[in-house]
């Protein structure tokens, strides 16, 4: 069965550096999200992409924040200053758009920054 | 805000009975409802979709939805310790481009 996957499943990074989440999408599906989910808290939508702009995004998801497709098939999420408090999983999930709105989450990498 | 409410647990039953889990939501215009489980560390898992007011079966699994009261619940029948874990409520927003999720209810089925 077609999954979302996710790289790497755990970065570490200091505060201040940019990093840069990948995910790979589930193969026809045209919806792409980022959620977090800070230890112990409720999963948090970041931003919602569609035909290569975003749909919508949250207040969380500020001038730090910014995803795009590079290659037709890596879905990325570039944090450009982290910060202490960007600690947390980093969840991907696809749609298959066409009428569905189940969304379907990647495994997840979880950012540590010092 | 857009609110998603669950009872935070934990609930607690014993192998082979019903467990039922609760979900309210702020957003009338909601209507798209999903049950997601997720164990410790990893990430949520689709359970169930319900779009219309009534009931949707699926195996061991009922999910409830009643628009009006602004509700949706999940039935578990003859519960099994693998169905221990947090299970997560997600409500679409309007304009179908994000989910907002509930805090989750932690479901320990004791054999």
């Known amino acids: 069965e077609p999954e979302v996957t996710q790289t790497p499943s755990h970065q570490v990074t200091q505060m201040g550096q940019e990093v840069i989440l990948r995910c790979v999408p589930i193969s026809n599906h045209l919806y792409f999200y980022w959620y977090r989910q800070i230890l112990g808290q409720k999963v948090e939508f970041l931003v919602s992409f569609y035909n290569n702009e975003i749909s919508e995004k949250s207040e969380i998801f500020d001038d730090q924040f910014s995803v795009e497709r590079p290659d037709g098939s890596n879905f990325t999420l570039k944090i450009r200053s982290t910060k202490l408090e960007d600690s947390a999983m980093y969840f991907c999930?696809?749609?298959?758009?066409?009428?569905?709105?189940?969304?379907?989450f990647g495994p997840g990498t979880r950012l540590t920054v010092t | 805000q857009k609110e998603v409410e669950q009872n935070s647990g934990p609930l607690s039953v014993p192998e082979g009975a019903i467990a039922s889990l609760n979900c309210t939501y702020s957003?009338?215009?909601?209507?798209?409802f999903f049950w997601y489980r997720q164990y410790s560390g990893k990430s949520p898992e689709l359970i169930m979709s319900i779009y219309s007011n009534g009931d949707k079966e699926d195996g061991r699994f009922t999910a409830q939805l009643n628009k009006a009261s602004q509700y949706v619940s999940l039935l578990i029948r003859d519960s099994q310790p693998s169905d221990s874990a947090t299970y997560l409520c997600?409500?679409?927003?309007?304009?179908?481009?994000?989910?907002?999720f509930g805090t989750g209810t932690s479901l320990t089925v004791i054999p």
């Open positions: 997600a409500v679409n927003s309007f304009s179908g481009n994000q989910f907002y």
């Open positions: 957003d009338r215009g909601s209507q798209s």
């Open positions: 999930a696809t749609n298959p758009g066409q009428g569905s709105y189940e969304q379907y």
